[in-house]
């Protein structure tokens, strides 16, 4: 059996010393003396802290790791002097083999500790001199904001994780077992939580592929609307009607950003077939160039109108496609304008945008004659029957 870390006798024989202690008023007045020492010590080191830590000059005081590197150097100075006053020899008892094992762990904790934090300033001051270089580029992706904590995150658990997993064994922990339960637990906490770890990932992999940002309009999830909010968990979409919508990644399948650069603004004007098409045409190219040409307007149209020909034949009328490139969130209301200026045209020229046309059957009787339909029209100069 391993008796290194066995300390009952050690504590037996300060016990016994302390008894001795009550019996000596000398002895009683050398522990208040050193207990006063210490205490003096302990606010000295409080003080030296407050005052020459945090009173430091700001690009001392302003790292993390240099305060962190202070604290540790004052209250080792601190504890050696603790040490000095008692007059407890350090070296005889690291001679022990408890304090060996002490004295192993120990230096291993300051090894790991030490390492892990010059790492984590590495990476926490990388990150932070990107954060402030996208705050200052008013073209950033906002996406950047999300990311960027998300990996200091992730940064510091797998440094916490590795760091737990070196100085266990140091200590004589085995963490054979620790890591099999850690394994099962990982593996039901997954099943538990499929769908928040989907959303997660799923979550993930959009924001590092940059395919939507705050302020666009998309759709997804069955919604559409503006993006108000990105997480690695969801996305909140205000739609048209100001309703506020949280949908999930893991529920998206497809995401449709219609604001990405630039847009396109669509229109099918329909005419009567009595209309002569290209006479249609023209008229559509004139009232596409006024657009083009009104201040208000031509900094939002970034093209010429494009003619895509006739898309349908219908039942009562002609329909032509057209469309010209726009900025990205002035395609809805140069669509509306668009239409609100060929609609006035066609007035103007007697163009007809036609009513459905329908064709009604009367049927016939058993000498398959048609009954009779008698039409008139109120307003007109005549009448007229069919009989």
Known sequence: MDNSWDIFPL??????????????PEL????LKNGLLTLFIIILTVAVWYFFIRRAPSHFAGSRFARRIGKLV???LALSAIFYIW?????????TPLGSRLLDAGLTFIIVAVTGLVVWQIINSYLDKKTKQLEQDPNASRRIFTLLPLLRNIARLLLLGMGILIILPALGINIAPLLAGAGIAGIAIGFGAQSIVKDVITGIFVLAENIINIGDWVLLGGHDGQVEGLTI??????????NLHTVPWGTVD???NQTREFGYAVVEPGVAYRENIDEVIEVVKEVAAE??????LNKDILGDLQILGLIELGDSSVVIRTRFKTSPFRRWFLERDFRRRLKNRFDELGIEIPYPHSTVYFGENKKGQAPPARIKLSGGKSEGRND
């Open 28 to 31: 009683m007045i050398i522990v």
């Open 87 to 95: 007059g407890w020899n350090a070296s005889a008892f690291f001679n």
């Open 11 to 24: 504590v037996r024989e300060k016990l016994n010393s302390l008894a001795d202690l009550f019996h000596s």
């Open 291 to 296: 657009m083009k040409e009104d201040p208000r």
């Open 233 to 242: 968990r969801h996305v909140r979409l205000r739609d048209i009607y100001g």
């Open 74 to 76: 004052i209250g080792l």
């Open 254 to 256: 497809t995401i449709t």
